[in-house]
């Protein structure tokens, strides 16, 4: 699908971003491996989360849904069934991962795929440590460390594992894991990524320990508990970026969960000179949370990498975009992650902010950003990944002229409603300079 993009004379208004993504996945196996029932309110409605939601159907969980919310029927450790076919996590690194740690835990042969993409990504970061615990996990392709996975679980025994990269996904798969081996679980992290697990899982009574990047786990089971998804950062990300660039822009974005594992944008931002403040401070579902108000900001360059990166990986591209507008030259190092996500995010976000007018050097681990030149609206992909979608949706809210996005679909992965978000914030706001709308 194609979209055309203008600049509205002004951005204001207040938008509600979708539930956070990965506590959505969080809340769906969590509680379905959990004994009792509990509600989920304000989940994603999200490709991805629906791939989760298929795979745990498919191993006997029963999801109800009343009204807005979700019921979560959880099976208990034991109560899992086979499941008759093929697992499909879909575009979703999440649900492959964290799933790869539950099927290593269960007593029978699962099958896990993906799409395309998905397939391309590396499966050894689980493969190692899942195999350590005692599952048997055979991957496929090159050197077997691609999906689809087989994986023979039960009889698991805890381990003490290092990551070798920072990563909440593998963290995540271990922990699960864990839960149901003998023994205790130590995982050990070299930089702090996010810890929506660790927090839902002590909320639902595992016996879990965290001390500086160590996480100790005793294995035992875990009781079911409603969670309120508080509004995901990264969705909200797109429009705090959104306000910051455009010259006319206040935008109040409301509940968004502020977990400091997830707002290293924040901090960039505020670092080149933003104008973001937060308000209302709460916890909602043991998450902190927040309403963010942004607005038309000069920017500055910086430089982003070390210890801060997982906190805003999944952001980059949009820092990136950012970057492009502020006075300086940027540089964004420690990344190289980002080139195995849904699609390579350094050369996508290179390619495609160069279409739009702006000077962009790629780096084998990162980008160098030279600020300065307005954006040019022009035809873009989304390269099937749906940050590189929303960010270019952003930069075409920021360039002069039209900009003709590809792939506009694909944002349904992780904020589908977006385009309504953006219709929403009004005829007079979408007029552009020139009059057309
Ligand atoms: C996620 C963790 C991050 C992030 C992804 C979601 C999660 O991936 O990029 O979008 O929900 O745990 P890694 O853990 O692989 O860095």
């Known amino acids: 699908m194609v979209r055309r993009l203008n600049r509205p004379q002004r951005l204001r208004g207040q938008i509600s971003p979708p539930g956070d993504k990965s506590i959505t996945h969080r809340a769906f196996i969590l509680n379905g491996t959990a004994t009792g029932s509990a509600e989920v309110r304000n989940f994603s409605h999200g490709g991805d989360c629906h791939s989760t939601l298929a795979c745990m159907r498919a191993l006997g969980v029963r999801f109800e849904e009343v009204e807005d919310r979700l019921v979560v029927h959880g099976r208990g450790a034991h109560g899992f069934t086979e499941p008759r076919d093929i697992l499909d996590a879909g575009n979703s690194g999440t649900t492959m991962r964290l799933m790869s740690g539950l099927l290593a835990s269960l007593p029978f042969r699962t099958t896990i795929t993906g799409d395309a993409s998905l397939r391309g990504r590396p499966m050894d970061r689980v493969i190692g440590p899942l195999s350590l615990m005692g599952a048997t996990v055979l991957g496929s392709g090159d050197g077997h460390a691609r999906a689809p996975l087989i994986i023979q679980g039960g009889g698991l025994r805890g381990i003490t594992y290092d990551l070798p990269v920072a990563s909440a996904q593998v963290k995540s798969a271990i922990l699960i894991a864990g839960m149901s081996a003998e023994g205790e679980t130590v995982v050990r992290e070299p930089a702090p990524s996010r810890d929506h697990t660790e927090r839902m899982l002590t909320a639902m009574g595992a016996r879990l320990r965290v001390d500086e990047r160590e996480i100790t786990l005793q294995p035992g089971p875990i009781t079911a508990v409603d969670i309120t998804v508080p509004g995901d950062f990264s969705s909200a990300a797109f429009w705090i970026t959104a306000a910051c660039l455009h010259p006319d822009a206040e935008l109040l974005i409301l509940g968004v969960g502020v977990n400091q594992y997830r707002t290293g944008l924040l901090e960039v931002f505020k670092d080149m000179g933003a104008d973001v403040t937060l308000e209302n401070q709460r916890f909602v579902g043991g998450e902190p949370v927040a309403d ?63 279409r739009l007018g702006a000077r962009v050097e790629e780096l084998p681990d990162g980008l160098i950003i ?68």
């Open 292 to 354: 963010i108000r942004a607005r038309s900001s000069h920017l500055r360059a910086t430089s982003v990498g070390g210890q801060i990166i997982p906190a805003l990986l999944d952001e980059l591209p949009l820092i990136a975009l950012a970057a492009t507008q502020a006075v300086g030259t940027t540089e964004i190092r420690d990344a190289a992650e980002l080139r195995i996500k849904e699609s390579d995010r350094i050369s996508a976000t290179c390619a495609e902010l160069t």
């Open 370 to 437: 030279h600020g300065g030149p307005d954006l040019q609206g022009a035809s873009c992909s989304s390269h099937g990944d749906h940050r590189i979608a929303l960010t270019l949706a952003v930069a075409g809210l920021v360039a002069s002229g039209e900009t003709v996005l590809d792939g506009a679909e694909d944002v349904s992965i992780s904020y589908p409603e977006f385009w309504s978000d953006l219709d929403s914030l009004g005829e007079t706001n979408m007029q552009t300079a020139t009059g057309a709308s």
